[in-house]
């Protein structure tokens, strides 16, 4: 039988930097529960395992992929799965989750996480990777909806209603990051709250912020790149308020990957987060 797919406290998290180490260990603040990206992780020893193995004593961890490519057409890497699985083995996270995306074809890498078609040749492609997946792990995991750019006119599902029907086939859990919504609702159009009333909440076992950088189309019509790069912003933030609102407590992280700030910054960020899951009803 899979493990549940989080057992993370109902609380604010961070995705955790080795700069930020002392800092975290000498005052975490409303810091609860640390993210790691998986891929970071997958060596044998050094100095990034002690420090691991050293504050998984102390915070519950959470294990992010963000190479497996559960999205592509081809296998999933024999490798990196062994990879991930001994990992997972011995961290023992409270949660594993992964992209719906796609960042390889045939021996090539892209440094990205693509978008996919909401078809159902995709569908029964991504179902059967997170079934390899979660197999290999022996456990249930929580699968990322997308920041999107563009719209794919084959589509035949909407990508909440794809992302129920992958956990109703699979089992699997989600990870809703509402950063990812707000960027895509905003290229794409549509409604951000629309999208929240939309989606299977109940699966839900984590909840994702992050920055974005603004930019413009072709058209001079705005385009949001997602880079968890920045602050989240204010009408971000109102959108994790109005998720909260239907889904009650939930894990909460803030991401910020490039240009990482001084620890007080991050933990500022993380205080927010726990002061929206304070308005919270239990």
């Not at 190479?67 to 409270?94: C, F, T, Y």
């Not at 007080?264 to 239990?282: D, G, I, M, Q, Y």
């Amino acid at each position: 039988m899979l493990d549940a797919a989080s057992s993370l406290p109902a609380a604010a998290g961070v995705g955790y930097k080795p700069q930020h180490f002392a800092d975290i260990l000498a005052e975490a603040g409303a810091v609860k529960w640390l993210e790691i990206h998986a891929e970071n992780y997958m060596g044998d020893g050094g100095r990034p395992i002690a420090q691991l193995r050293h504050l998984c004593e102390q915070f519950a961890m959470s294990v992010h992929g963000v190479g497996l490519s559960i999205g592509g057409e081809g296998a999933l890497d024999g490798d990196h799965l062994a990879r991930l699985k001994h990992l997972v083995d011995w961290l023992n996270p409270a949660s594993f989750s992964e992209h719906l995306a796609w960042s390889t074809h045939d021996s090539h890498f892209y440094n990205d996480l693509l978008p996919l078609p909401y078809t159902d040749a995709t569908l029964a492609r991504v179902c059967d990777h997170i079934n390899q997946l979660q197999d290999t792990i022996g456990r249930r995991m929580l699968l990322e909806n997308p920041s999107s750019y563009l719209a794919f006119a084959e589509s035949s599902w909407s990508e909440p209603e794809f992302l129920a029907e992958i956990t109703r086939r699979t089992g699997c859990g989600l990870l809703l990051d509402v950063n990812n919504v707000f960027v895509s609702a905003t290229n794409l159009d549509f409604s951000p709250q629309g999208y929240i009333d939309a989606f299977a909440l109940d699966q839900v076992g984590e909840i994702h912020l992050g920055g974005h950088d603004e930019d413009e189309d072709d058209h001079g019509k705005p385009l949001l790149i997602d880079s968890h790069g920045a602050e989240v912003v204010d009408p971000v933030w109102a959108l994790l308020d109005y998720t909260l609102a239907k889904s009650g407590p939930k894990p909460v992280l803030v991401e910020w990957d490039t240009d990482v700030p001084d620890w007080s910054v991050l933990a500022a960020e993380a205080t927010r987060a726990a002061t929206a899951l304070e308005r919270v009803p239990a």
